[in-house]
């Protein structure tokens, strides 16, 4: 099941929400180079859409519409990264509290 937000995934439903984002974090540099390069392109690939579609505006407009891409951009991302970091996050949880 795809993940929109931190809360929504059990393994991290004890943790608050710095500790949510602190875990992924983690979870995310124990990613194999390969992993990261997907990770990346599949990123751009979500982002480029909604940048060039910035091209079209013009004056004013501009503002606003920057102001809501700017804002979308972690709600594009996020669920992406935490696919990516499911995997890891049970080491990342042991990480953590053995940091403790």
């Known amino acids: ?9 059990t393994q991290l439903k004890p943790f608050k929400i710095r500790q949510r984002q602190q875990l992924i974090a983690l979870a995310l540099s124990m990613l194999t ?7 990346r392109i599949i990123k751009l690939v979500l982002l480029i ?12 407009l501009l503002l606003p519409a920057l102001l809501l891409a ?22 990342a949880i042991k990480q953590l509290e053995q940091g403790e």
Not at 1 to 9: D, R, T
Not at 33 to 39: A, D, F, V
Not at 77 to 84: K, R, S
């Open 33 to 39: 180079p390969m992993q990261k390069i997907n990770l």
């Open 1 to 9: 099941m795809m993940a929109f937000f931190s809360s929504q995934i």
């Open 49 to 60: 859409p909604v940048f060039l579609s910035l091209a079209y505006v013009e004056g004013w």
């Open 70 to 91: 700017g804002l979308s951009y972690p709600l594009l991302t996020m669920p992406v990264e935490i696919q990516f970091s499911k995997r890891y996050l049970n080491d």
